[in-house]
């Protein structure tokens, strides 16, 4: 499986932006789909954006639509995450993920997570 680790997480005011980056080794990169999930103190974890190997496909869920955008590079072996418009909402620990099987919203179809990062919006 591939190891994943992110950064670029941090503190920002809302309406700021932040790019997170997922790092991964240690596998064939470029057949994995790769995805971001957060989770905030007290809330199950949710779907953000995914991205298929080839990165011809992106899907995001509802709450972040048009204000973050996943793209990955398969020559550096690295997923990221734009976030533009952040909220307070946006506040949580946002963790990479990857998966040899097709995109998915579902946290539980991915092997391979990173650590995590967090991301504070204040108002």
């Known amino acids: 499986q591939v190891q994943l680790v992110e950064s670029g997480g941090g503190s920002v005011q809302a309406g700021g932006s932040l790019r997170l980056s997922c790092a991964a080794s240690g596998g064939t990169f470029s057949m994995y789909n790769m995805a971001w999930f957060r989770q905030a103190p007290g809330k199950e974890r949710e779907f953000v954006a995914a991205i298929s190997w080839r990165g011809t496909n992106t899907y995001y869920g509802d709450s972040v639509k048009g204000r973050f955008t996943i793209s990955r590079d398969n020559a550096k072996n690295t997923v990221s995450l734009q976030m533009n418009s952040l909220q307070p909402e946006d506040t949580a620990v946002y963790s990479c993920?990857?998966?040899?099987?097709?995109?998915?919203?579902?946290?539980?179809?991915?092997?391979?997570w990173g650590q995590g990062t967090q991301v504070t919006v204040s108002s």
């Open positions: 993920a990857g998966r040899a099987g097709p995109s998915s919203d579902s946290d539980w179809r991915y092997a391979s």
